[in-house]
């Protein structure tokens, strides 16, 4: 398997580079091989790598996709494309089509005037050197082969950078419009954001595949959020059940930031995100968020790490699901607390409701801390709805399917109350209330 | 109005009731006293249609149709209403949305339209004052860290929002003081009426001070052992129930 893989990614790397042609001169190009040659050793994880003992990923895609096919040029109307906006949110739209970022398609608000948006390729060949500045600097653990695999074929996607002491009230959502109306998909988006200091900002991300062949993306996203910057970054995968997701979401914090990152799953054939939050300053806040509603065959894995570098920070994780059917959920939460992070507050939570007999969920927290002046908690729960407040509801003449739904909804409350963006609350709950009902 | 029939139930395989006849017309006040474990709050329970309790034989009627035959939140719809003994606590639903939607079923099942939110909040301020309930505690999770009187309290403000045909309180004066006990018994006797009934389950007499019963009844052992009108309960209430179960032994 592993040899068959190494062959075909070789030459997909070989016909990207001749493609490159001078861009290979660039520094950013190194990044690259280096990336290749880790992908080459290591390969895709396979069934015996602990990280996905229980999400094999790698299995899924060697059979549900032909890994040496090229992908096809997009070819959706503009119709199509507007249907899978994000609509009701006030603020600007960002259009990736096949990850490849369109200027055309997209919508700046005017508050968002100066911020820097280039797509990856403009990135690499006029911004340089601040692309080299914060690209891949961010990776903190081991060598994920979908890490290893997207950047290698580091090309779509794009590079957002915001000013210093700027704040912004709406948020930027990225909408990634995968085309599989004539064949399968297989995409390397990179997302690269920079903070300027004092700035505050949000972003939604929004991926969305037309079609019926077989989708799969394979994201990279980087945050690097300079001294006492504000970001919240908002997952919503509801991308129908034929999709594919896997992401690597890498947060860099320096002093005094505060950084929360949601994570919402509604749909998808297999979703895999590995979120990594270096708390590489003093006085930070990481807030960790995420919702798996999941039915069907959906397989969702959250592996989250927070890594404590320095004093006197704070992270809180609070992850939620919701499983029904034969759908199954991962949660592997792991808090580093390093020896210099004295002072560090470190939460942990991750429950569970489980609907159905056929679901299942995998979940495990880890600590690991070396510094002894921390206050550090974790704790999982799994379980089915409560019997006496279904009877109490109901007792007062809510019906059944309605009282289950008011139940789960006041579960999954205690995520939407952290959401920012009004608008987005409400269609939050409008999926959960339909998908409950 | 509610006709129980030779009722015998069970809850994993032991019989709590063994045998239960009770006549209850409109316009009446029954009070069901009895000891400890003698099935009270089984047959509220039974009534209200808690389903791990498995009804054996008999047969309950309530306003000529078959109780057994439905669930839970018919029974509501149709005027069914038990406060219960420990309100549950439910985190993340507020008290007033959830008494919206159940108003607006109800409304719904008698085919009246939904109320609009702004006559949901007259009706509510209304019907607070009924029973001296806080307008904070009500946007507050429901019962979430109330008081027991609180608790209490809350459910006889959901009796008042939802005005049943038949109202069981199951140990509603259980963990009250005097002053609270008097407001929830006023609540309660201020939405009496001769279209509605009321049971009264109680371990003392304490409330029947406060709510006045046109009947009582001894649960004793899973049957009614005895039944008379109020001055029943003050006999209970001055020499407990040992002289009945004597008078039993006898028989």
């Given amino acids: 398997m592993g040899k068959k893989l190494n062959e075909i990614f070789a030459s997909q790397f070989q016909s990207f580079e001749n493609r490159l042609n001078g861009e290979k001169q660039m520094p950013v190009h190194k990044l690259r091989k280096d990336a290749f040659e880790a992908l080459q050793s290591t390969g895709l994880p396979d069934n015996k790598n602990e990280e996905y003992r229980f999400t094999r990923l790698t299995t899924l895609l060697e059979r549900s996709f032909n890994l040496s096919q090229q992908n096809p040029e997009q070819s959706l109307t503009k119709d199509q494309i507007d249907g899978r906006m994000m609509k009701d949110i006030d603020g600007s739209s960002l259009v990736f089509l096949n990850g490849v970022y369109s200027k ?57 950078s915001v000013e210093s002491n700027r704040t912004y009230e709406k948020p930027i959502v990225l909408n990634f419009i995968t085309d599989a109306t004539g064949q399968q998909f297989i995409g390397n988006p990179r997302i690269l954001i920079q903070i300027g200091e004092n700035s505050e900002i949000t972003f939604l991300e929004n991926f969305k595949t037309i079609g019926d062949f077989p989708a799969f993306n394979n994201l990279a996203l980087e945050i690097i959020s300079e001294k006492a910057s504000r970001v919240k970054y908002i997952k919503i995968q509801d991308d129908g059940d034929n999709t594919i997701h896997m992401s690597n979401s890498m947060v860099y914090q320096t002093d005094a930031c505060n950084v929360s990152m949601f994570a919402f799953t509604f749909s998808g054939k297999m979703v895999r995100n590995n979120l990594n939050v270096v708390v590489d300053g003093e006085g930070c806040e990481a807030n960790m968020y995420g919702l798996y509603l999941l039915n069907g065959t959906t397989h969702a894995d959250n592996h989250t ?54 679901a299942t969920i995998n979940t495990k927290p880890q600590l690991e801390i070396w510094a002894d002046d921390v206050k550090c908690s974790h704790g999982c729960t799994t379980g089915q709805l409560d019997d006496e407040q279904l009877f109490y509801l109901r007792s007062r003449g809510i019906d059944k399917d309605r009282a289950i739904g008011i139940l789960l909804q006041a579960f999954a409350n205690d995520i939407f109350d952290k959401t920012p963006v009004k608008e987005l609350r409400s269609y939050l709950e409008e999926i959960v209330m339909d998908r409950l009902n | 109005m509610l006709s129980i029939k030779n009722l015998r139930a069970s809850i994993d395989g032991n019989e709590i009731l063994k045998g239960i006849n009770l006549e209850v017309k409109a316009g009446e006040v029954h009070a069901i006293m009895g000891p400890n474990g003698s099935g009270k709050s ?34 509501a719809r149709e005027g069914v209403f038990l406060a219960f003994q420990y309100p549950v606590e439910i985190p993340g639903v507020s008290t007033t949305n959830f008494l919206k939607t159940a108003l607006n079923q109800i409304r719904e099942h008698r085919g009246e339209e939904r109320l609009d939110a702004v006559s949901f909040l007259t009706l509510m301020k209304e019907k607070m004052k009924l029973v001296e309930l806080d307008q904070t505690l009500i946007s507050r999770s429901l019962n979430e860290g109330f008081s027991g009187g609180e608790k209490k309290r809350n459910e006889i403000f959901q009796m008042a929002m939802l005005e049943p045909k038949l109202a069981i309180l199951d140990e509603t004066d259980s963990g009250l003081d005097i002053d609270a006990l008097k407001i929830v ?67």
Wanted: aromatic share 10%; with cysteine.
């Fill in chain 2, 42 to 75: 089984t047959l509220a329970s039974v009534l209200a249609g808690r389903e791990e309790y498995d009804v054996n034989s008999g047969t309950i009627e309530y306003l000529g149709r078959d109780l057994m035959e439905m669930n839970p939140e018919e029974r």
């Fill in chain 1, 104 to 160: 055309e398609q997209s919508v700046i608000a005017s508050e968002h005037q100066d911020i820097t948006i280039d797509s990856l390729q403009d990135a690499i060949k006029y911004d340089s050197e601040c692309f080299e500045h914060y690209f891949n600097k961010t990776k903190s653990y081991g060598n994920d082969g979908f890490l290893s695999w997207n950047t290698a074929f580091t090309e779509t996607g794009v590079k957002i």
């Fill in chain 2, 185 to 251: 018994a006023n609540g309660v006797n201020k939405l009496k009426s001769s279209d509605n009934a009321t049971i009264v389950v109680t371990h003392y007499q304490r409330l029947l001070d406060y709510i006045i019963p046109d009947f009582v009844h001894v649960l004793m052992n899973g049957k009614f052992v005895k039944s008379g009108g109020k001055e029943l309960a003050y006999k209970l209430e001055e020499l407990g129930y040992d002289w009945i179960k004597e008078e039993q032994a006898l028989v």
């Fill in chain 1, 305 to 358: 790490v927070v890594d404590h570098r320095k004093p006197n920070s704070v992270s809180n994780e609070l992850y939620k699901g919701i499983l029904d059917d034969k759908s199954r959920g991962v949660f592997n939460g792991k808090i580093y607390v390093r020896q210099l992070a004295q002072k560090t507050n470190a939460f942990q939570s991750n429950n569970n409701i489980l609907l159905s007999n056929d």
